[in-house]
């Protein structure tokens, strides 16, 4: 697929908090709802962040001839992985961090840690994981939960206690309008305190372990 779209989103938003953060390494771009024409509202934001996820493997020198999947071509990657069934294809069905680490591993051979969170209120838990992440690797990470089930990235963490944030990248944006500040104004990337993710859902994570070449 070529498309030209906005890269690395959250450069400018991440000078908020100039210490105690850690951040992506490696440029990427912001995959998010219609963005290639594929009507993928309401089921697709895993897709979408995989698709992220995938830009930056191809920007980082992970299989750099390959472009990124189609949201058809992860459901047949999925299906021939004997992950989902035929009825798979051509669904509206959602995917998690599980089906994307699935797809990391068959694409670019590279290796995923998933982490398990109970419950929102526990997120800060995994601030660590997420700091060694960033710092060691650099890789976009895949956030999904049940009750919460709007998949996210996460490109960046700032450590302050129980006042903790996440910086996600929201594939759930439907428009032309793609520049940073836009984005950043509209709420599209952003600072997301750990308190104000759902307390009573879980939440997985996918962290890439891989670092940028």
Known sequence: ????????????????????????????????????GFDDR???CGYRTLQTICSWMMHNNYNNSQNVPSITEIQKILVELEDKPESFLGSKQWIGSFEVCLTLDKL?????????????DD???IVDNLCTHFEKFGSP???????????KG??????????????IVDP?????????????RKGWVKWQPLKDFLSTSFYNLCLP???AQ
């Open 42 to 44: 309401g089921w697709g």
């Open 141 to 151: 990470v895949m956030m999904g939960g049940d009750l919460d089930c709007s998949s």
């Open 108 to 120: 670019y051979n590279v290796s995923s840690k998933i982490i398990h969170v109970n419950r929102g």
């Open 154 to 167: 996460v490109v960046g963490v700032h450590v302050d206690g129980v006042n903790s944030q996440l910086l």
């Open 209 to 211: 372990q891989v670092k």
């Open 123 to 125: 997120l800060e838990n």
């Open 1 to 36: 697929m070529s498309l030209k779209l906005v890269t690395d989103v959250h450069t400018e938003i991440n000078k908020t908090f100039p210490t105690n953060s850690y951040f992506v390494c490696g440029t990427y771009e912001y995959y998010h709802y219609l963005c290639d």
């Open 172 to 184: 759930h944006y439907v428009g032309k309008e793609e520049s940073k500040e836009f984005l950043h």
